[in-house]
Structures are given as structure tokens and as C-alpha cells.
């Protein structure tokens, strides 16, 4: 898929964000429409972004109350982020003329924010494939590392995107969670929602909220943690880290779910890195990877699977676990993404 032209009346840092206009949106106000394609966005906060960032492609501003045409292009210009530090890597696993699997690094945000627009994984895919940029079919949370599975087309992408829709997606986790896990294999069912007290992003096992639905198998104990392996039948936000929690084993290093609490994501986010928060936490961030999934092929040649390998920093937290060695710090963390480098340092076609 290949992006529109950057408005030459930009400025060259400028962030550009383009929504294309589908048949089903025709005729919406812009406000609701831009709300509708960034649903983070209040309805104030989306009338706001309009009124200070929508523009025509010739430069003029757009009014919130427009409606948008089937077949346009809306334009989102605003001012370059100063943007918190990331790894800013990912590896190529599978690649073919419609899919694109690629293994995302821990603490890479997938998707532009009001805090991160370059240091995303949507800009890394962007500026590496400025041609034909493959779409997302499913997301991660920023912390979670491992398999990410992308579309080359139009086509490709919806199939994909319906499979995941459809639940006919097996989807395999690895995590490392608190304490040791008593049964060898269970099911956690227990339905989810946003939390009614407390910060807006986490969600909480609530009575009467949207049925969520978990398999685990244990693969290892060691004395203070046990080695997981996780099969969401649903996909609802946080849905492995609030299950695991719900049963009393929150995932090693969770900041909102562990047991500090959301205190420790509000801790970190101010910039706190001390040995006592990292002491709290067990590790720099939480211990959950997104192995492999197994989905319907584009093409229409039946299931294909994709494995993403065990990362480095959780295999040394299990044997520091196991062997009762040091823990991985945060520092040790950024390093070794500085030292892989960027993905952006490499052509698509470099062997390296």
C-alpha cells in the first residue's frame, strides 16, 4: 500500500497522519470521523485536534463541523513530538507477497500516540517500505514483545483482520508470572472491562462485562515463579495480564497489575529507573511474548504458522529465576537495543 504524497507545505519535521474516507463514512461530520479513527480521542479532544491540525491537501484549515467525502484523504499536520526514547528494531520472520510477520521489540509502541509518533512501529514499517507498507492485523501492547503479523494489501489485510475478528486465530503466549502455579494446566474464564475506579486504561474482572476466556499450561517452576505458556480464546486489552493477576500470579515486571499496582506505572512514567522500583517489579518490563500464531493464509492455501524466537532479556530473567542470579536491569535493557541498532539502518534487501 503505498502512502500519499507528503503536502509540500509542510514543514520537514512536521508529523503527518492520512485517513482514507470509506464508502460507510461518507457524509460523517469530520470530528466524529477523525474520533472514529483514533478512538482514544474524546469527542472534545478529537473537535480539538481538528480545529488545530485537519488541513485540505492544498494547505487551507478544515472547520470540525465539515462532512467528509468517499474517496478523500484527511490530513492531520501537527508539530513534531519530543518523543520518550525506544528501541527502535524489529526482525523480519516471514515474508511473501501478501504477509509480512515481524518479531516487535519490548517497548515499542505499535501505533502513533499523543506521546510517540516516530519512535512507532507503524513509522519504522513506513520509512523501511515507503513504496508498498504493510498494515497491522492485530496489536500488542507496547511491553509485550514478539510476533506481529501484517498484510501487503488491501485483501491480504482484511482477511487477516477478519480471522483475527472471527476468532479463528491460534494465538500462543510465554510469560513469566509470580509465585508457582500450584495445577498443571486450567482455564481461567472470567469476563472483563474497563476499571470504574482508577486509571482509564486498565481493565478489571467485573461480573455482567464481555466474556474472556484463557488456557494456560505450565512449562516450568522454579521456586518464586512459574513458566507459562497462554491461549486467549478472546482478545480483549490486557486480557493475559489481568487473568493471570485475577488468579493471584500477575506477570513478572507488570506496572499496572502487579503488586505495587498502577503506583508503579505512574512511578515509571514519571522516569523513576531506582533498584527499588526494579526490585518491586522483578523485571524492566513485563515478562510477556507473543510466540506464534497460527491463521488462514491470504492466498487462500490453507493455515500458515509463524514463531517468533523466546527473547533474550526474558530467558535471562527465567534463568536468574531458576539459578537465583541477578535480575535484568533497565539499563542492561536499552543497551542491547543500542546496540542492535535501527531497524532503519538496514535496506529491506541487506542480508545482515
Given amino acids: 500500500m503505498k502512502s500519499p504524497p507528503r503536502p509540500t507545505w509542510c514543514k520537514d519535521d512536521d508529523i503527518v497522519l492520512t485517513f482514507d474516507v470509506a464508502r460507510e463514512h461518507a ?16 469527542r472534545t479532544r478529537a473537535t480539538r485536534v481538528v480545529r488545530n491540525c485537519a488541513f485540505h491537501a ?14 478523500e484523504v484527511v490530513l492531520i499536520v501537527r508539530p513534531a513530538l519530543d518523543e520518550p526514547k525506544v528501541p527502535l528494531h524489529f526482525d523480519v520472520l516471514h515474508e511473501d507477497a501478501h504477509v509480512l ?3 516487535k521489540a519490548p517497548g515499542l509502541p505499535m501505533h502513533p500516540t499523543a506521546t510517540y509518533y516516530r519512535n512507532t512501529l507503524s513509522f519504522l514499517l513506513q520509512s523501511r517500505y515507503p513504496e508498498r507498507t504493510p498494515q497491522f492485523a492485530h496489536r500488542l501492547d507496547r511491553e509485550t514483545s514478539g510476533l506481529v503479523v501484517c498484510g501487503w494489501t488491501t485483501q491480504a489485510e482484511v482477511a487477516l483482520k477478519t480471522a483475527f475478528e472471527k476468532r479463528r486465530v491460534k494465538k500462543r503466549y510465554v510469560a513469566i508470572v509470580e509465585g508457582r502455579m500450584n495445577a498443571d494446566e486450567g482455564e481461567i474464564d472470567a469476563p472483563l472491562g474497563n476499571v470504574q475506579q482508577g486509571l482509564h486504561i486498565m481493565m478489571e474482572v467485573r461480573e455482567g462485562a464481555l466474556p474472556s476466556k484463557t488456557r494456560y499450561e ?5 521456586q518464586s515463579a512459574t513458566l507459562v505458556q497462554l491461549h486467549p480464546h478472546t482478545g480483549r486489552q490486557h486480557q493475559l495480564r489481568v487473568h493471570l493477576a485475577h488468579i493471584g500470579h500477575p506477570i513478572v515486571g507488570d506496572k499496572l497489575y502487579g503488586p505495587r499496582g498502577s503506583k508503579a506505572f505512574i512511578d515509571y512514567m514519571e522516569g523513576e529507573r531506582s533498584d527499588a522500583l526494579l526490585k518491586a517489579l522483578g523485571h524492566p ?3 510477556l511474548h507473543a510466540q506464534a500464531l497460527r491463521i488462514a493464509h491470504p492466498n487462500g492455501s490453507g493455515d500458515a504458522d509463524y514463531e517468533a524466537p523466546i527473547p533474550w532479556d526474558m530467558a535471562r530473567l527465567w534463568e536468574a529465576r531458576r539459578q537465583g542470579g ?4 533497565f539499563e542492561a535493557l536499552d543497551a542491547h537495543y543500542d546496540a542492535l541498532g535501527s531497524t532503519l539502518d538496514l535496506a529491506p534487501d541487506d542480508p545482515t
Fill in 27 to 42: 457524509g460523517m461530520r469530520l470530528d466524529r470521523f477523525v474520533q472514529n479513527r483514533i478512538p482514544r480521542l474524546s
Fill in 218 to 222: 505450565v512449562l516450568e517452576r522454579s
Fill in 285 to 287: 518490563r513485563h515478562a
Fill in 326 to 329: 541477578e535480575p535484568v536491569r
Fill in 101 to 103: 510477520a515481524i518479531d
Fill in 58 to 71: 492544498s494547505g487551507k484549515p478544515r472547520r470540525p463541523s465539515e462532512r467528509v467525502r468517499a474517496g
